[in-house]
């Protein structure tokens, strides 16, 4: 059974980069756990090619976040039309809420994870890469409060604008006619610093939407960098699997990343 939610608002108004005719308005969906004291939380963005957020990748992960004792936070982030940098503002918003309300909501502010899912993981996947860039700053009393993540959980991620991009992603995101700079502003792999918080990939090696080698390039470069990193390439998988219930093997990457949390004391 999954967990009850409530849902907040991220912005407050029109959310910065949104015309005043556009409705839709990004919000958090709050999953906590009882604890006794502070915990981890992982904030989640589902994917769903910058066109939409897949349900199965929202809520179900929580409860499985949950029942590994984190708190867990869904970003109901903007798609298409809006074009970037919407959706990076909104998982940064979201990861500064979560560290600003930590006290009321039992949150360790310094173990604070962002998990996505294809589109999703290039959302988090930015995130974790241009989080000093001051395009994540609105001007707000939230600025003051850090929206790198202490850990990235990427499960077959867009991660790439080249050779092996998911374009329908990357034109959603960007538009049709971005600029070369653009591209490769947003072909994350080429960003990774030694400050890239510790990652866990995973993503099945036939994946027939996004190529494996996104992931095999976003773990490249944390190597390059030396940033820890634990990666899972799985024989076979549909793209979008999620928590893939109807595949045993694949199902394990769960149960690995929570053994993953627990080592990083999460």
Same mark, same amino acid.
């Given at each position: 059974?999954?967990?009850?939610?409530? /849902?907040?608002?991220?912005?407050?108004?029109?959310?910065?980069? /949104?015309?005043?005719?556009?409705?839709?308005? =990004?919000?958090?969906?709050?999953?906590?756990?009882?604890?006794?004291?502070p915990r981890g939380a992982v904030v989640i963005c589902p994917g769903g090619g910058y066109c939409g957020r897949a349900p199965h990748e929202g809520a179900g992960y929580a409860a499985r976040f949950n029942a590994?004792?984190?708190?867990?936070?869904?970003?109901?982030?903007?798609?298409?039309?809006?074009?970037?940098?919407?959706?990076?503002?909104?998982?940064?918003?979201?990861?500064?809420?979560?560290?600003?309300?930590?006290?009321?909501?039992?949150?360790?502010?310094?173990?604070?994870a962002v998990c996505g899912s294809s589109a999703g993981g290039h959302v988090a996947a930015s995130l974790a890469v241009h989080s000093g860039d001051?395009?994540?700053?609105?001007?707000?009393?939230?600025?003051?409060?850090?929206?790198?993540?202490?850990?990235?959980?990427?499960?077959?991620?867009?991660?790439?604008?080249?050779?092996?991009?998911?374009?329908?992603?990357?034109?959603?995101?960007?538009?049709?006619?971005?600029?070369?700079?653009?591209?490769?502003?947003?072909?994350?792999?080429?960003?990774?610093?030694?400050?890239?918080?510790?990652?866990?990939?995973?993503?099945?090696?036939?994946?027939?939407?996004?190529?494996?080698?996104? /992931?095999?390039?976003?773990?490249?470069?944390?190597?390059?960098?030396?940033?820890?990193?634990?990666?899972?390439?799985? =024989?076979?998988?549909?793209?979008?699997?999620?928590?893939?219930?109807?595949?045993?093997?694949?199902?394990?990457?769960?149960?690995?990343?929570?053994?993953?949390?627990?080592?990083?004391?999460?």
């Open positions: 059974m999954e967990p009850d939610a409530r /849902s907040i608002p991220l912005w407050p108004g029109q959310p910065p980069e /949104s015309k005043p005719e556009e409705d839709f308005r =990004p919000s958090l969906d709050l999953y906590p756990v009882e604890t006794r004291g590994a004792g984190l708190h867990a936070f869904v970003v109901q982030y903007r798609v298409s039309p809006h074009r970037h940098p919407a959706p990076l503002l909104d998982a940064a918003r979201a990861v500064r809420i979560v560290r600003d309300r930590a006290g009321e909501w039992n949150v360790r502010p310094d173990r604070v001051p395009a994540v700053n609105t001007g707000g009393r939230l600025d003051a409060v850090g929206a790198r993540p202490d850990a990235l959980i990427l499960c077959y991620p867009v991660i790439t604008t080249g050779e092996f991009a998911h374009r329908g992603s990357i034109d959603n995101l960007l538009g049709p006619d971005a600029s070369d700079g653009m591209l490769r502003k947003m072909s994350l792999e080429l960003h990774v610093t030694e400050k890239t918080p510790p990652t866990f990939l995973w993503h099945t090696a036939n994946d027939p939407g996004v190529p494996v080698e996104n /992931s095999l390039l976003f773990a490249a470069a944390l190597s390059r960098h030396h940033v820890p990193f634990e990666l899972h390439v799985y =024989p076979d998988g549909a793209h979008g699997i999620g928590l893939a219930e109807d595949n045993a093997h694949v199902a394990t990457w769960a149960e690995l990343c929570g053994d993953w949390f627990a080592a990083m004391g999460f």
